[in-house]
């Protein structure tokens, strides 16, 4: 990570270790685990010239991938199977693992770090790559 990241200053990022943020405020996530998760992070990468926005893995358990994109963009949309959508809405709340950008965050890590407070994944290329993912898994 280089001093440019360390200088992004949001409210929703901690200081030390991680917290869970409430999805909705500041941004909502999508979550597709395991090698999956990791095959369309790459993808991402690749698609937006190295700089898709921040992602979190986790290292164990799931070995989820969290997408954090702008808040309200993934409450009335479809998303494919395989995707777990963190947002709010009425009688319905969810939680984002959120790392610090440097220190001891174990079990989670930034796989693209922010690059500002206001930029995230964008959700229709988000959609459009994790949909392509998972067809190419049903025919291939």
């Known amino acids: 990570m ?13 200081v030390s270790g991680f917290q869970l943020r409430k999805a909705g405020v500041q941004f909502d996530a999508v979550r597709v685990d395991g090698d999956e998760g990791r095959r369309l992070a790459d993808r991402m990468e690749a698609l937006t010239g190295g700089e898709p926005g921040p ?6 358990g799931r070995r989820g991938v969290y997408f954090l994109v702008p ?3 993934t409450a009335r949309r479809a998303w494919p199977r395989g995707v777990t959508r963190f947002n709010a809405g009425p009688a319905h709340v969810s939680y984002v693992p ?3 950008l440097t220190g ?3 079990p989670l890590a930034w796989r693209f770090p922010p690059t500002a407070s206001d930029r995230f994944v964008h959700p229709l290329l988000l959609r459009s790559a994790v949909s392509e993912l ?3 898994q049903a025919y291939g």
């Open 134 to 136: 998972f067809a190419d």
């Open 71 to 73: 808040p309200g963009s």
């Open 2 to 14: 280089n001093a440019e990241n360390r200088e992004v200053k949001a409210d929703w990022i901690p």
């Open 98 to 100: 959120v790392p610090a």
């Open 55 to 60: 992602v979190v893995i986790e290292a164990n």
């Open 104 to 106: 001891r965050t174990w």
